[in-house]
Structures are given as C-alpha cells and as structure tokens.
T-cell receptor, first 114, second 115 residues
Framework: QQQVKQSPQSLIVQKGGISIINCAYE??????FPWYQQFPGKGPALLIAIRPDVSEKKEGRFTISFNKSAKQFSLHIMDSQPGDSATYFC?????????????FGQGTTLQVKP | NAGVTQTPKFRVLKTGQSMTLLCAQDMNHEYMYWYRQDPGMGLRLIHYSVGEGTTAKGEVPDGYNVSRLKKQNFLLGLESAAPSQTSVYFCASKPLGQGGNQPQHFGDGTRLSIL
C-alpha cells in the first residue's frame, strides 16, 4: 500500500514534442505528490509538486495532472527540449506527518532528441 | 552556501570492510535522510532523522547504521560491507514545517562499489 508505480521506465521524444510520465499510488492517505528531476552525476531536485485538492498544476512547460478517483498522476513536459533529458521521479508522502518521508517511483529516463 | 555535501564521492570496498559516509548540510534543516538508488528501483529510504539525536529506520535499513550527533551532520555506516550494498547513496535534508510539503534538498551522491 506504500508503493508508487511509475511508467514508462524510459522515454525517447523528439525536440518540440510532449513527454508524458505516469504514476499510480494505492495509499489514499497520501496528500503531497512531488516530481523530482535528476541529471547525470547529480542529486534529484524538486521540479513541481501538487496536492490532491487540485486536478492540475502548471509551471512553465511542466504540468502535473492529478486524478484522485483513479489514484493516478502524471507529468507532462510540453515543447520538450534536449536540456530536459534527465531522469524523472514521482513521489508521494503524507504531508501531515511529522517525518517528511517520501515514497519514490522507479524513475523514468527521458531522452529528447534534437 | 554549499547546501548538502556528501563525502566521499566515490569509494571501492572489499567485502567485509567497514566505512562511514558523511552528509553535511548548512541550511539548519531539522530532517535528514539517507537513500540508496539502484537501477529500476528508484530511491529507497534507508534511515532518517527528524532532529539532532534522533534516528529511525526506513524501508531498507538492514546492514546500515546511522548517527545524528550534530544537527548539521548525518552519518551512514556500513559495518561489514556486502556486494548487495553496491549502489549510489544520496543524502537529503528538509526544513521543519508543514510535514512533507517542504522539498527535500539532495546532495550529489556517493558511488560505492563492494567487490
């Protein structure tokens, strides 16, 4: 019940295309869903996050879509650029807890071809 | 402002050897975490700390120990290294406030190989 399942494992997109990464969770008590971006040789960094009281959040070319009834959320990268090539992790946590623990998905390696 | 600093960056050990990975943060964060990252498995929590002098087990704690004697430092120890502990280890810290809604700040990792 603590798992977060992420797909696809890898993704190749042409420059200017839309990249879509999907995640599913089981624990309905999760109330905070961040996405992290990781470049080779670096640690993950927060990209964008959403709470379940909204269905969509957009920051620049990055959008999270959230479907509470289906227990799914996804990251959309519009107008994908070669600089977006990285590994992306979805995560979930109990925002109300006093530990701040995150449960991460398995990761998606995105390659944007020029 | 260095953020989260991990040392060493790379290390090769022989089976049965011991070592300590150091994580230091200069952001006065209360929470600190140790993860391991393996291909296809994402980031898995090893141990974490919600404040100086406190530690708790995460998802995969076996074979590891931790200490948080000072607020800014979080040490991860391997008492008797095994090949299954070959991985990239990440430390993260997070400020106090609103539980999980503050971002975790990660170091750049320690790549550890156990022969």
């Amino acid at each position: 019940q603590q798992q977060v399942k992420q797909s696809p494992q890898s993704l190749i997109v042409q420059k200017g295309g839309i990249s879509i990464i999907n995640c599913a969770y089981e624990n309905t008590a999760f109330d905070y869903f961040p996405w992290y971006q990781q470049f080779p040789g670096k640690g993950p960094a927060l990209l964008i996050a959403i709470r379940p009281d909204v269905s969509e959040k957009k920051e620049g070319r990055f959008t999270i879509s959230f479907n509470k009834s289906a227990k799914q959320f996804s990251l959309h990268i519009m107008d994908s650029q070669p600089g977006d090539s990285a590994t992306y992790f979805c995560a979930a946590s109990l925002g109300s807890s006093n530990t701040g623990k995150l449960i991460f998905g398995q990761g998606t390696t995105l390659q944007v071809k020029p | 402002n260095a953020g989260v600093t991990q040392t060493p960056k790379f290390r090769v050990l022989k089976t049965g050897q011991s070592m300590t990975l150091l994580c230091a943060q200069d952001m006065n964060h209360e929470y600190m975490y140790w993860y391991r990252q393996d291909p296809g498995m994402g980031l898995r929590l090893i141990h974490y700390s919600v404040g100086e002098g406190t530690t708790a087990k995460g998802e995969v704690p076996d074979g590891y120990n931790v200490s948080r004697l000072k607020k800014q430092n979080f040490l991860l120890g391997l008492e008797s290294a095994a090949p299954s502990q070959t991985s990239v280890y990440f430390c993260a810290s997070k400020p106090l406030g609103q539980g999980g809604n503050q971002p975790q700040h990660f170091g750049d990792g320690t790549r550890l190989s156990i022969l």
